[in-house]
């Protein structure tokens, strides 16, 4: 319908751009300046929109006449605790994982540049193994394979299901970092690395003093986005029982014995407790992302 | 499916283990136990009313208080370790847990994994639990339809090869509920014990348990392989507990009534 008023169309535009490009600077020299990235932005009020819609979900419950039966939402207050105290645990292990996926991350990292072929080549393997192994699979290394304790000399250290959790998630953290951190060492322009060599600063002066600070805050923003998807990623551990909020749910669900009615409201509340906590995440690395950005 | 991946992570534990000087020291279990001051029982907390959860988090039940008992008989405190058909076994082969009370059936294979005791306490059969639409009135009429099952539990191999159901199985009972409601599946295959107490619920209404209930067998507790002398304390539980009407007590006191299997145990040690 209409193919040649399209054509013309299209070709209008294509003319415009052209003479764009002719008249204006080039693009990549253009100014910074901001752009609009998200056509919507999400305000305070927006979340009371989204709790409601649980409260919402669970009115029908009112209608439900029987007096016998609690009404979701008293049923959901009851559970909140409990929930909530879940809630705490994953973003425990988030935390966790986190931290020891960027230490281990960043080393791995820089046994990749390391001189040393044979550590050059240890790390990239590690990277790159780690980063491509689906996340519940090294999870569920992580838990079969590690013993619920380690007996070192007399001392018995325990191995409790959520530690072992966070060690099978810092896993794919840290080949992610690695590769977050190989991002941020070579987005810096090599003129950098050779003034400091020309500067006479040592190897390590030149990667802690020179490369790295300023690498730093070119990963901040993909740091955060890994967090962001780590700390969704927890409820993974509620498939090798560790009791996190989803295992938690489902054995409330199981304690109300099936009542099908309380299922949406109560996956909606895990649902809002994670939007809630990674929401701010995300616009806070959008900010950062708009601070950093390098025009090139 | 998780049988074949339990022996070979059993194996790799033992392996692991080895590796780590983890293995736990050769004495006595209930030696340990009292050296802990702890029992460490495998129980469920998605199966009401045998192991669930209140809103405070504990885990309540009937197999709690049985647990209970021998943590009292022991004089030492207990922990209730929450567990899924499909990791029960392997916890209590690491030695995670001392003690398995988690509603598992008794069958010849396990007993050659864990060290389940006799006399079984307790006892249920397999049926499925169905939309009364659909009418179903023989095992067979399952043919070709999707059927949920909870991942773990034996019968559903037996439900898929020997009536040709397509077996969908879901880690727990609130998935599976779910599932049956939104039509993911036509029936729920799983204990009937547990489908008489869903079935009470006014949710349910339009639900029923149409066929012929199979396989009644016992569930049977375990302790790890080779403790004897455990074995032998749990034993003289499980004859008390029946002698005295503990089951049948208990049975009445979380709503469920009281069973045929449990009432002929009373009187055959009474």
């Known amino acids: 319908m209409g193919t040649g008023l399209e054509n013309t169309w299209i070709w209008g535009v294509r003319d415009m751009t052209m003479k764009q490009t002719k008249n204006n600077v080039l693009p990549v020299m253009m100014a910074p300046r901001s752009r609009p990235t ?25 209608a439900a006449e029987e007096p016998a039966k609690a009404s979701i939402f008293d049923v959901l207050v009851r559970w909140m605790p409990l929930l909530l105290e879940g809630f705490v645990f994953n973003v425990v292990i988030s935390i966790s994982a986190m931290a020891i996926g960027t230490i281990t991350g960043a080393a791995l990292r820089l046994g990749q540049i390391s001189l040393n072929g044979a550590v050059r080549k240890f790390a990239w393997v590690t990277t790159q193994f780690f980063r491509n192994a689906p996340w519940l699979v090294l999870l569920f290394f992580a838990m079969f394979l ?22 099978g998630l810092s896993l794919p953290v840290m080949a992610n970092v690695s590769e977050i951190v190989r991002g941020g060492v070579v987005s810096l322009p090599s003129g950098q690395w050779e003034a400091a060599e020309s500067l006479a600063f040592s190897r390590t002066q030149v990667l802690w003093r020179i490369i790295l600070p300023q690498c730093v805050k070119r990963m901040l923003p993909p740091w955060m986005n890994l967090y962001s998807i780590l700390t969704m990623a927890t409820v993974l551990a509620s498939i090798v029982g560790v009791s996190e909020m989803m295992t938690l749910t489902g054995q409330a669900l199981a304690a109300e014995g099936g009542r099908s009615d309380l299922l949406i409201p109560f996956y909606s509340f895990v649902l809002l407790m994670f939007f809630i906590y990674c929401y701010p995440i995300a616009r806070w690395t959008i900010r950062l992302e708009k601070k950093f950005a390098v025009i090139n | 499916m998780f049988g074949v991946l339990s022996k070979k992570v059993a194996t790799a534990v033992a392996l692991g283990a080895l590796a780590l000087t983890a293995l736990p020291a050769q004495a006595d279990v209930i030696d340990d136990i009292k050296a802990r001051g702890v029992l460490k029982v495998a ?25 209970k008992d021998v943590a009292d008989k022991l004089g030492v405190k207990i922990e209730y370790v929450p567990v899924v058909s499909s990791n029960r076994m392997q916890f209590l082969q690491q030695g995670k847990v001392d003690l398995m009370i988690a509603t598992m059936t008794d069958k010849p294979d396990r007993r050659k994994v864990v ?40 019968y559903n191999k037996k439900t898929g090869r020997d009536f040709g159901a397509k077996i969908v199985a879901f880690k727990g009972t609130a998935e599976v509920y779910a599932a049956l409601k939104a039509g993911n599946c036509v029936a729920f295959v799983y204990d009937d014990s547990s489908h008489v107490a869903t079935l009470e619920q006014a949710d349910w209404a339009d639900y029923e348990m149409p066929l012929p209930t199979i396989d009644d067998a016992p569930w049977g507790l375990a302790v790890k392989l080779g403790e004897t002398k455990f074995h032998a304390m749990m034993e003289a539980m499980i004859v008390d507990w029946h002698k005295t009407g503990r089951i049948l007590a208990l049975e009445t006191k979380w709503g469920v009534a009281n069973t045929p299997f449990a009432m002929d145990m009373n009187k055959k040690y009474k």
Request: proline share 8%.
């Open chain 2, 115 to 154: 060290s389940i005791v006799d006399p079984n306490y307790y006892s249920s059969g397999t049926n499925i639990m169905a939309s009364k639409k659909f009418g179903f009135k023989k095992w067979e009429d399952l043919r070709g339809k999707p059927v949920c099952g909870i991942q773990g539990a034996f």
């Open chain 1, 38 to 62: 998200d056509p919507f932005r999400l305000k305070a009020w927006h979340g009371l929109i989204l709790a409601s819609i649980v409260v919402l979900a669970s009115i029908p419950a009112f």
């Open chain 2, 43 to 67: 129980v469920k907390a998605d199966y009401k009313p045998y192991g669930f959860r209140d809103t405070s988090g504990a885990i309540i039940g009937i197999e709690p208080e049985l647990a």
């Open chain 1, 146 to 167: 590690l013993p619920f304790e380690i007996k070192i000399g007399g001392l018995t250290i325990p191995l409790p299901d959520w530690l072992k959790a966070i060690f």
